[in-house]
């Protein structure tokens, strides 16, 4: 790391690819035939960027709650692999996104990505959207990588706690908290940002995230929220111009 260098943290699902997109109908269908319905609202609140094991803990209090019974054996792995099979048809990458990373790329600025995914899932999300052509979840011939799974910190303790982006921002070399843009949609992931003392892009990109979505990723702690990802990297540049002069 130089002295001056500074370091973005991208979340993965639903900021670098459209995650949500490719699995909200199976999502829907198979929640629909368990009883289960969520508003927006409801959904961002209770499942969007939560940890695995939280996000079943609250698929699972949901479940008794609407069907007075507890989940049936079998729901978690069905779920798990509902949505490896959506997946598995192909993850667009975010419109822009491209664009923004090869701005990176050309700029040399350090990028990395922190995601909630587990470190089967990282690598094989990386693979179908393309983006293992600027992501590095196993290190490459020269031994580095830049893409970092929750099971990789204690406990596998991952957003809205602190500990998965201090430990990217360790991982790539050291970076002091304050030199680090954290770049996420979700509201785990803008309090884990906060809660390690980083400035945080709130990304509201989806086409139906509305006011609403925007004041939830605020309230959480964002410094700033971005529409798309021409505002994300305008928002780095001027985090970038802030910080060196």
Known sequence: MKQNDILTIFDLDDT????TKATALHE???FAAHGLFYTRRERQARLIGQP????IRNLRDDFRCANGRDMP???AADLRQMYRDALARGIEMTPGVADVLQWMRREGRARCIASNSNSVFLPWKLEISGLDAHFNFHADAEGLRNAFSKDEVAAGCGKPAPDLPLYAALQMGGYPTDRCIMVEDSVPGVRAGRAAGMFVIGFAGDAECGEEGIEMLLSSGADVVACDMEDVRRAIAQRYDFLCH
């Open 16 to 19: 670098l690819i459209q995650t």
């Open 28 to 30: 829907k269908e198979f």
């Open 52 to 55: 695995y094991d939280i996000f």
């Open 73 to 75: 054996d079998g729901f």
